[in-house]
């Protein structure tokens, strides 16, 4: 239900005249009036005249408030509004940091923003070669809004009664020939409008810079220290998001679309919100040219982590670190890190205070090819229990295909981002939607918050590598990185071998000993075995040295006689 301010005073009035108001009314006291009848109208204006407002007062109050706050651009759409609302917004309060100094936005360039004449002049053809293109096609339509983005033009149609929606739909191609334009997307219908947008893109596109986004009341007004700036939508609003509420978020598009520039935007985001003691970072980067920049930054609790193989041990000590801090959760009767930490700072234990952590991989599909197994297991145990432990998961990657965006990795990671990609089956597979293979590139992108039915087409934060240099100096010079030793020592751990195939290990030995050959069915027949336990055994045997490697469909080669056997590893 549409909150009071966000009504018309007028039609509010004439339901009131009614005698019966559509929607409830709060009043100062936060009672809520379902069904108002002019007897109880009379008693809350007696309320709150009482307390030196009148119910016109409170009107122009809420107004005044409504256009000197910035609204969140997802609680504007009634339709969702509930979803992002929490009953108590609790804030994490760390200990201040008198040493460190956060950085300022003027290390970023300042904003230069160019004129487009042509632009209003473009909107006004557009809008007569799209309705007369319709009319063409007997689809009868009229342009009743549009909006201006800066990457994109969305054209809001509402068809005549009787006009199928899906006729509208399968006119994409027509209504990109007409209008000249590759990748016309259209969303029908738009969320919380009767109207169906066609979002056709600009001539010129307009950078949307990170400064400009950050510099926004809605960044500015937030308190957690992990919102991040995302961008700008079609219609020039500002995108911020809260990554401790999403709280993981994949990011995947085709090469050079946007992506490295969104995660940097994501992290500088979070650099100029929050000091180390707040906000712990691990960064995965096996492309070693896109996180290695960060290194040296007092956030990070080791180095940029470039190697596959360390990285999955990094991501199995993430785990272990959850696993501590809900067990440190437990002992003092805490359900999450916010609640933990408040009682920590009643208690003036301060150094007990634990900061948020958040895992940044660059190349999801790198880790996959290496450590399939170990690399899903940890992102998926991260994904499904890591909220309350303050642990959030970024991760991006370039090949979004199903095995490297596996179902399991998926099914845990509800936000995401999709940029530009080259087939529908690619947009699905992020986004479980098709979309992402009509964006421009560039940063065009298509967001999908938790929560959210339907994606948010949103153009972007731009950071230049300058910028990035400029803060990684700034915040080198304020204070030197503490490393957590162990985050990529030692090595992955063996599989364990299941105890009957310990029992049967020396007796397939001296099997394949007496008859001279190794092969899996051997093994299957002799021991009435399966194909699984089988092929285990004979791997076991070729990494101590007893067999040769495999060769087709050649017997393998027993490379120990049966003294040499005992002589290595005892009588059997």
Not at 68 to 82: A, C, G, K, M, Q
Not at 249 to 266: D, E, H, Q, R, Y
């Amino acid at each position: 239900i549409p909150d009071r301010d966000i009504l018309d005073n007028s039609s509010i009035n004439s339901d009131r005249n009614k005698g019966k108001l559509k929607y409830p009314l709060i009043n100062r006291k936060g009672r809520k009036n379902q069904s108002i009848t002019p007897e109880k109208t009379k008693e809350l204006e007696l309320d709150q005249a009482t307390e030196g407002n009148d119910l016109n007062g409170l009107e122009e109050e809420q107004d005044r408030s409504k256009a000197e706050n910035t609204l969140d651009y997802f609680s504007t759409i009634p339709v969702y509004r509930n979803i992002f609302e929490s009953e108590a917004e609790e804030e994490i309060v760390f200990p201040a940091a008198p040493n460190f100094i956060l950085p300022s936005l003027s290390l970023l360039k300042p904003i230069v923003k160019g004129k487009n004449l042509r632009q209003n002049q473009d909107i006004k053809d557009n809008i007569q070669v799209l309705e007369e293109t319709l009319e063409n096609f007997g689809v009868k339509a009229k342009v009743v809004d549009v909006q201006q983005g800066p990457a994109i033009t969305r054209y809001e149609i509402h068809p005549a009664p009787g006009i199928k929606v899906s006729k509208i739909i399968n006119l994409a191609d027509d209504i990109s020939l007409s209008m000249a334009a590759e990748h016309v997307r259209i969303e029908a219908p738009i969320p919380g409008k009767s109207a169906i947008g066609i979002e056709v893109p600009n001539r010129e596109i307009s950078a949307v810079h990170l400064r400009e986004v950050l510099e926004n009341d809605e960044f500015q007004g937030s308190t957690s220290r992990l919102s991040v700036a995302f961008g700008k939508d079609i219609a020039g609003r500002t995108v911020v998001g809260d990554l401790a509420k999403m709280p993981h978020l994949l990011i995947a598009g085709a090469t050079g679309m946007g992506k490295s520039v969104c995660l940097n935007s994501l992290i500088a985001s979070i650099l100029f919100k929050s000091s180390p003691h707040e906000v712990k970072l691990l960064m995965i980067d096996p492309k070693m040219v896109e996180l290695t920049t960060y290194n040296g930054i007092p956030h990070l609790i080791t180095p940029v982590v470039t190697s596959p193989k360390k990285a999955a041990i990094a991501l199995r000590w993430a785990v272990s670190q959850m696993e501590k801090r809900y067990e440190k959760f437990a002992a003092s009767g805490a359900k999450d890190i916010i609640r933990y930490n408040k009682a920590k700072l009643r208690d003036k234990q301060t150094e007990e205070v634990l900061p948020y952590l958040v895992i940044i991989i660059d190349e999801l599909a790198d880790l996959m090819m290496i450590a399939p197994a170990d690399v899903e297991d940890a992102i998926c145990r991260l994904a499904q229990m890591a909220r309350a432990a303050g642990i959030h998961l970024v991760i991006a990657t370039q090949r979004p295909s199903v095995d490297v965006i596996t179902g399991l990795i998926k099914a845990n990671i509800p936000s995401r981002i999709a940029f530009a990609v080259s087939s529908q089956t690619d947009s699905r597979t992020i986004l479980d939607t098709g979309g992402a293979e009509k964006l421009v590139g560039r940063g065009d992108m298509l967001y999908l918050p938790v929560g959210f039915a339907k994606p948010v087409r949103v153009q972007g934060a731009f950071i230049s590598d300058d910028e990035v240099d400029q803060l990684v100096n700034f915040l080198k010079q304020q204070e030197q990185p503490k490393f957590i030793e162990g985050v990529t020592a030692g090595e992955s751990k063996p599989a364990e071998e299941p105890e009957e195939e310990e029992e049967l290990f020396p007796d397939a030995v001296r099997l394949f000993i007496e008859t001279g050959q190794a092969s899996i069915s051997l093994l299957q027949r002799r021991f009435r075995i399966g194909y699984t336990r089988a092929a285990r055994l004979i791997d076991l045997m070729e990494k101590r040295g007893i067999v040769g490697p495999f060769e087709g469909s050649k017997p393998r080669e027993v490379l120990l006689t049966i003294e040499q056997f005992e002589n290595r590893y005892g009588k059997f």
